[in-house]
Nanobody
Framework: VQLQASGGGLVQAGGSLRLSCAASGRTFSRYAMGWFRQAPGKEREFVAVISGSGGITSYADSVKGRFTISRDNAKNTVSLQMNSLKPEDTAVYYC???????????????WGQGTQVTVSS
């Protein structure tokens, strides 16, 4: 599986961005898809995960109520809608695919290249 993330950019606090991740391969629906982020000087952290069918989602407490993860298995894409963005959301965002529905980055086998999100105050 190859993953290509896009949609990052510079936005003011309170604004919105939508990240997308396009996946190759015919088995996309078999993978749980996660979004993680890494800010400068910090460890990579979990943001959101969606099950293979799209029926189950989970979020980090820091983004709950502001971010929404979704997927389109017909198009092999997963998206992260980010609303009410805060400066502390600034990070490189990565999409990842793995066999398990998990918030643990170590369980993911495939990673996209990352897309930069910068939120100005």
């Amino acid at each position: 599986v190859q993953l290509q993330a896009s949609g990052g950019g510079l936005v003011q606090a309170g604004g919105s961005l939508r990240l997308s991740c396009a996946a190759s391969g015919r088995t996309f629906s078999r993978y749980a898809m996660g979004w993680f982020r890494q800010a400068p000087g910090k460890e990579r952290e979990f943001v959101a995960v969606i099950s293979g069918s799209g029926g189950i989602t989970s979020y980090a407490d820091s983004v709950k109520g502001r971010f929404t993860i979704s997927r389109d298995n017909a198009k092999n894409t997963v998206s992260l809608q980010m609303n009410s963005l805060k400066p502390e959301d600034t990070a490189v965002y990565y999409c990842a695919a793995g066999p398990s529905y998990s918030s643990n980055s170590k369980t993911y086998d495939y990673w996209g290249q990352g897309t930069q999100v910068t939120v100005s105050s």
